[in-house]
């Protein structure tokens, strides 16, 4: 049996589902940023996929674009989350209020 | 000769609005003065253009600007000054000097003394509006902006109930006229496709008669609001709540004589309907007998004034309805000067009499006031018709337009109604001045008006006494616009005859009020007298129960009708529809508010739910999308 289209967006699906599984349930604020990087890594299988399949190198593009800016954003958060530690000594979600209304 | 145009018709809006600087300040002098200084100038400019039209014969027709340009629809401001409308002007800007200056001695201790002469100006400018410009439009601006202004007037002291009453009932009857007037005018616009005068008179001469009849009827309606006649004549007498200087301006010498001018402005139009022209002039002779009987009792000296101010537009209409339009502006004009002075000799009796109106509560006031005395009584006469004062030449021919047009009821009628002037007239000249000294009793101290204002008045004696001697100048120039039909008896005995006959008439009703009012033994009426009891006395001192009438079958009907659509309709439906959307939003906030809850995975959730909402509502849309064929198909299969 050859690996078509199919079998690739099943598995971006499958990731995207896991990814936001992960982002709904966990409460750690690390395992929240590999949920993100699963979702964004679901979508650029999905980009890949396709663009080969069309034989259009723009969904290719997309998806290095994708890359670098989940890198930037994986620096900014991981920055952030050092500064979170240091101060309140966890990083579990459910601390995080003070943006209450 | 533009400039004099426009120099007599803007003066009076600059003094209006000078005199509007000082309306929140103190009372001072300069704001009388100027505005009257200002009206002084316009009436300077109405003369020069009054001796041009009158010498040369030209008319002045100019277009400041453009009001209105869409389509086929176009209202310039236009101003005209023919030999009809520069009567109107000399008259208007005439009395409103006079007044003016006058209001300032009358005016002396009010508080208001600056908004009055604002509120005054502003009207003199919009009745130059109204009878200077070329067309309907700006006839209407005119028209209401002296509504406005006498609204404002006669509520002037609005302090008192009764002044915001009267101003309401007058602004609220002359709306419901006004609103005739603006169909006739749409009409005039639907049919000729213009509104300037020359171009609708024009279309008019090829139109059918019922069109027609209906134009004049509906502008009619609006010049029985703004003339109060019946059955809208119940604010005229209201309005004397007004100071008197308002009174003798607005509801006396110009405004309500805005009716008139309309009528005779029109005159090619009511040519052209002789049926409307009867029903007017029968409308008159019922209102000059009726607003004078009421003015028979009444022991309110200015209602007295009023009614027969209502009593004389009466007779306007008449000439007007006959189409004797020159006789209607040449009495409108007459009729200007006498009573103006009527209600500023009025004025000067209040003043003396700390305000009381009671002419009973008087008596003997001549020896104190003998200025006030000469002119009222000059002005009395005048306006009872005797020769050689202006009330004879100018009344005296509308009996004879109406008995050489062959309408003998009406000229019986009108007849029977200047024996009835000349007696209420009298009546409270002898109650003011002669007879005993009733008003001791009461403990005035009356006392003379000041000589300014006395002074200010001779202008109006002079015309007052002197305005017939005009009436072939008159006739000459007017004809130039109005049909020139002369109105003589043919038979010299018969002339002579009728003539003398209402002079006798007259007199006689002058000497029997005299003789009736300056007895020794008039007491203050106490409402115990056999004449107070009789139907007759109480039928005309409540005014035939008309005002009765409108209040119980008219405006409590129409307020309980308020009531019900205000408490059902408003609150339960409009209010509550209204509430009820603005509910539903608030509620949802409300209930939504817990989402807010700044904790990170809930929101997280909550994106999460968004998210995968989105994106089932796009795959719903895109398989709807793609197979609408389908569905529809499925669908139709259903029968919807």
């Known amino acids: 049996m050859e690996i078509g289209l199919n079998h690739y967006l099943v598995l971006s699906t499958i990731l995207f589902s896991i990814g936001l599984v992960g982002v709904m349930r966990r409460k750690n604020l690390l395992m929240l940023f590999f949920a993100t990087e699963i979702l964004l890594n679901s979508v650029n299988i999905s980009f890949a996929a396709i663009s080969h399949y069309y034989g259009d190198l723009t969904g290719q593009m997309f998806a290095f674009f994708v890359i670098a800016i989940a890198a930037s954003e994986v620096a900014v958060g991981l920055g952030l989350l050092i500064v979170w530690h240091k101060k309140h000594n966890n990083i579990d979600l459910d601390n995080m209020s003070t943006m209450r209304g | 000769m533009e400039l004099f145009l426009y120099t007599a018709l803007f003066s009076p809006l600059v003094g209006s609005l000078f005199a509007a600087l000082f309306g929140a300040s103190p009372r001072t002098k300069i704001a009388g003065i100027v505005p009257s200084i200002l009206l002084g100038v316009s009436l300077i400019s109405s003369s020069v253009l009054l001796v041009l ?11 400041m600007m453009t009001w209105m340009a869409t389509g086929n629809l176009y209202i310039p401001f236009g101003f005209v000054v023919d030999q009809v409308s520069v009567t109107m002007m000399m008259v208007v800007t005439l009395v409103s000097t006079v007044v003016h200056v006058y209001a300032i001695g009358y005016m002396d201790h009010d508080k208001g003394f600056n908004r009055f002469f604002s509120y005054l100006s502003a009207f003199v400018f919009s009745m130059m509006v109204l009878v200077m410009s070329d067309n309907f439009a700006g006839l209407f601006i005119g028209w209401e902006g002296v509504g406005l202004c006498s609204w404002l007037l006669i509520g002037f002291w609005y302090q008192k109930e009764s002044a915001t009453w009267a101003a309401n009932e007058a602004f609220i009857m002359n709306r419901i006229a006004d609103l005739g007037m603006l169909i006739g005018i749409f009409l005039v616009y639907w049919n000729t496709g213009t509104l300037q005068y020359d171009g609708a008179f024009a279309a008019f001469a090829n139109m059918d008669t019922d069109t027609l009849t209906w134009i004049g009827i509906f502008l009619f309606i609006g010049a029985m609001g703004k003339s109060a006649q019946f059955p809208l004549h119940t604010w005229l007498a209201d309005a004397m709540e007004g100071p008197t200087p308002v009174s003798a301006l607005i509801h006396a010498a110009t405004m ?38 009421m003015a028979l009792v009444n022991r309110d000296i200015k209602r007295v004034i009023a009614y027969s101010t209502l009593s004389q537009l009466g007779y306007m209409f008449v000439a007007a309805g006959l189409g004797a339009y020159w006789v209607a502006l040449f ?39 003998k200025g006030t005395m000469i002119m009222m009584t000059l002005a009395s006469v005048a306006l009872a018709g005797i020769y050689p004062l202006a009330g004879f030449f100018s009344k005296d021919l509308i009996l004879e337009v109406g008995f050489v047009e062959n309408h003998y009821i009406i000229y019986t009628v009108l007849l029977f109604t200047a024996g009835l002037t000349a007696f209420y007239s009298f009546r409270i ?11 001791k009793l009461f403990g005035f101290h009356p006392h003379e008006a000041y000589k300014f204002m006395l002074v200010a008045m001779s202008p109006l004696l002079i015309l007052a006494v002197i305005a017939g001697s005009f009436k072939m100048t008159y006739f000459e120039m007017v004809t130039y616009v109005l049909p020139a039909t002369e109105y003589h008896v043919h038979n010299h005995t018969i002339y002579w005859i009728m003539t003398i006959g209402t002079q006798l008439f007259v007199i006689l009703s002058i000497f029997y009020a005299y003789k009736k009012y300056m007895s020794r033994d008039i007491k203050v009426p106490d409402g115990t007298s056999a004449m107070e009891n009789s139907f007759k006395y109480k039928l005309l001192i409540n005014q035939y129960y008309i005002p009765y009438f409108y209040e119980e079958y008219l405006v409590k009907p129409y307020r309980e009708l308020s009531t019900l659509f205000w408490t059902k309709v408003d609150q339960k439906i409009v209010d509550a529809s209204v509430d009820g959307i603005a509910n539903i939003f608030y509620q949802t906030g409300e209930n939504t508010r817990a989402m807010q809850s700044g904790n990170l995975s809930t929101m997280l959730k909550w994106m999460v739910a968004g998210t995968v909402a989105l994106l089932s509502l796009a795959v719903v849309f895109g398989l709807a999308a793609r197979y609408s064929e389908e569905i529809k198909l499925f669908l139709s299969g259903l029968g919807v």
């Not at chain 2, 409307?276 to 009987?293: C, D, E, H, N, P």
């Not at chain 2, 009973?360 to 104190?368: D, E, I, N, Q, S």
């Open chain 2, 53 to 63: 039209v009158l010498t040369t014969g030209h008319t002045l027709h100019v277009e």
């Open chain 2, 256 to 293: 309500v004589t805005a009716g008139v001018y309309l009528v005779v402005r029109s005159n090619e139009l009511y040519s052209l309907i002789p049926h409307v022209g009867l029903f007017i002039a029968s409308l008159g002779a019922f209102v000059a007998i009726f607003a004078a009987s």
């Open chain 2, 331 to 369: 009495h409108l004009m007459a009729h200007a000067f006498f009573k103006a002075l009527l209600f500023l000799g009025a004025g000067n009796v209040m003043h003396a009499m700390d305000s009381e109106l009671d002419p009973f509560k008087m008596g003997g006031l001549g020896k104190k006031m």
């Open chain 2, 429 to 439: 000249v002898a109650l003011i001045f002669h007879g005993e000294e009733r008003y």
